[in-house]
């Protein structure tokens, strides 16, 4: 699809998800989040979420893709410089409820409402229930070495299932077919 601008796309957020959007604004990098548990061609580290806020002062977190983690679970991350100063971004429009899974490092992820909306009732601030998975900017910093993925569609694995149940199936037939042999025995002697 087409970017459009996020303004456009905030009168109805969840229609919009997937929708890619045009932003002018500026980071925080004072304000960022680290998610765990998450793997780029089986590296192990962290799904980088930055706050961004809008020139009319709307403020919304940005994936900005993948990072490498330390060497040791002391040593910190190497994170991406992000450009100081007012400029345009273009991602993908996401809901605060499908944020990548994982937790953060102070909040558990056991509960069905979004990370981001348990991050801001833990720091006390307040963001928009929406976030936007980083593609590029008007500078090439902000280009993410590693992008928030894309979800796979596929038709899963279906067949699978069925003839997985279609075997239980036939093992509980053929189960009270033993019953009934060994009852009927039974009663024969």
Not at 66 to 90: F, R, Y
Request: with cysteine; glycine share 8%.
């Amino acid at each position: 699809m087409k970017p459009i601008p996020l303004a456009r796309a905030l009168n109805s957020v969840a229609g919009h998800e997937w929708q890619p959007v045009t932003v002018d604004g500026s980071f925080n990098p004072s304000s960022q989040i680290l998610l765990r548990n998450h793997y780029s061609e089986g590296v192990y580290g962290f799904e980088l979420l930055t706050r961004f806020t809008t020139l009319d002062g709307k403020s919304f977190w940005v994936d900005c893709g993948w990072v490498k983690a330390g060497e040791n679970a002391t040593t910190q991350p190497e994170l991406p410089e992000l450009p100081m100063g007012d400029l345009s971004i273009t991602g993908r429009l996401r809901l605060d409820s499908s944020l990548p899974r994982g937790s953060f490092f102070a909040i558990p992820a056991n509960k069905s409402e979004g990370l981001v909306s348990k991050a801001n009732a833990q720091s006390g601030s307040s963001t928009e229930n929406f976030y936007i998975d980083l593609l590029s900017g008007t500078d090439a910093m902000l280009t993410p070495e590693v992008p928030a993925q894309l979800p796979e569609l596929s038709d899963g694995p279906h067949m699978a299932y069925a003839l997985q149940w279609v075997f239980f199936g036939g093992l509980v037939l053929y189960g009270r077919f033993l019953i009934r042999r060994d009852v009927l025995s039974s009663k024969e002697l």
